[in-house]
């Protein structure tokens, strides 16, 4: 079947050809009908920063219409073509053998093969005059890596066909070592986050009622103390780091590391908002009791105070002396109280039944095993 330029350019064919081949090597295929009916085809060389157009009419729903287009056709085709004439890409000569293992050192060929997508996309117009360029380059690119980390593609008959087959897998850490990284990165982080977070409080509080600050949740002397353990686990991570690329890591987590990290986690402990009241600080509970108690028996009395008859009745905070609606309690909590007799009385009687069934069906196995045993004496 022969296309006219007309269906080649509905279907996709030209925008893919462009799109996928001619546009990434220089080159742009342009297909125009003659006003007397002829074809007029011109194929253009392009300079590095060319771009295909995608302004005109409609013409962004057109470029979607027409890779949909495209992209239905050879999933239809495809496994027809593979399993006809068994190969997924078709050499123009006699190639060597090819074996792509996507590690890291294939990182940044992907990265480049992702921001050729990304730039072409409308990802770079999401964020409005934010560039997410290249987050999403590295992004997707770390995504895609690793989803193919476990793989590798090779071709036996010099890139006739195709397979995918288990990578060759390096040698393995220790799982304890890379948590120990982790959790040591992140600790450190988080108890930086979380002092600046109670300091700023403590200044915004301060500001507001004119007292002196009270500081954030590790005191001055235990912040010198957590900046020299800091620095001791960032020392043993560089190091075991430095160990991994060499190729001859650490067997486990040394003993230094393991040492600065249960210090952090003492340190992230201490510096959880409240921490300082909870460690009976003196001037911290005196800024609670202050502060925070009159707020908090406060919002106890409003709470109490939105509570319904009913609800209080039954939390047991409604005493017989005080003045209620009796008679309406009485009878709600009558009609409660046979629908849930009525329930366990069902509950109750299911159980029975599921009882009495067991019982019978365990009697009924017993006489079955009796049964068995009286046939086999009868066959010795």
Request: proline content about 6%; glycine content about 6%; charged content about 30%.
């Amino acid at each position: 079947m022969i296309l006219t330029v007309d269906q080649a350019i509905e279907r996709g064919v030209v925008q893919e050809a462009n799109r996928q081949f001619l546009h990434p090597a220089g080159y742009a295929l342009r297909a125009h009908r003659r006003a007397d009916g002829g074809v007029w085809v011109e194929l253009l060389e392009t300079p590095p920063e060319h771009t295909l157009p995608t302004s005109g009419p409609s013409f962004t729903a057109q470029r979607i219409d027409r890779a949909n287009a495209f992209a239905a056709r050879r999933m239809d085709i495809g496994p027809a073509r593979v399993e006809a004439l068994g190969f997924l890409k078709q050499p123009l000569s006699d190639a060597a053998e090819d074996v792509i293992v996507p590690t890291a050192e294939r990182l940044s060929d992907l990265r480049d093969a992702v921001r050729s997508a990304v730039t072409a996309s409308p990802l770079r117009d999401v964020a409005g005059a934010a560039d997410l360029t290249e987050w999403a380059c590295d992004t997707l690119a770390s995504a895609v890596l690793h989803v193919l980390r476990d793989l590798a593609v090779e071709s036996r008959d010099g890139g006739a066909s195709w397979t995918f087959r288990k990578a060759p897998r390096p040698t393995l850490v220790d799982p304890a070592l890379g948590d120990a990284l982790s959790r040591g990165d992140h600790l450190c982080a988080d108890i930086r986050r979380l002092q600046a977070v109670s300091i700023e409080a403590s200044q915004a509080r301060a500001a507001a009622t004119g007292e002196t600050p009270l500081g954030g949740e590790l005191l001055p002397s235990e912040w010198v103390e957590f900046e020299a353990v800091e620095s001791d686990f960032l020392r043993e991570s560089t190091a075991a780091v430095e160990q991994l690329a060499s190729g001859d890591p650490p067997q486990r987590v040394p003993d230094a590391m393991a040492d600065a990290l249960a210090e952090l986690e003492r340190f992230y402990g201490l510096v959880q908002p409240g921490m300082r009241v909870a460690r009976g600080e003196s001037d911290a509970f005196a800024l609670w009791d202050r502060a925070a108690r009159p707020a908090l028996r406060d919002a106890a009395r409003e709470s109490f105070r939105r509570m319904s008859e009913y609800d209080r009745l039954i939390a047991r905070e409604l005493w017989p002396w005080e003045d209620a609606d009796w008679p309406a309690l009485a009878t709600t909590i009558r009609d409660e109280l046979a629908a849930a007799q009525a329930a366990q009385a069902d509950a109750e009687r299911s159980l029975q039944e599921a009882m009495q069934r067991t019982a019978a069906l365990s009697a009924a196995l017993d006489t079955i095993g009796e049964a068995l045993d009286r046939n086999t004496e009868r066959e010795e």
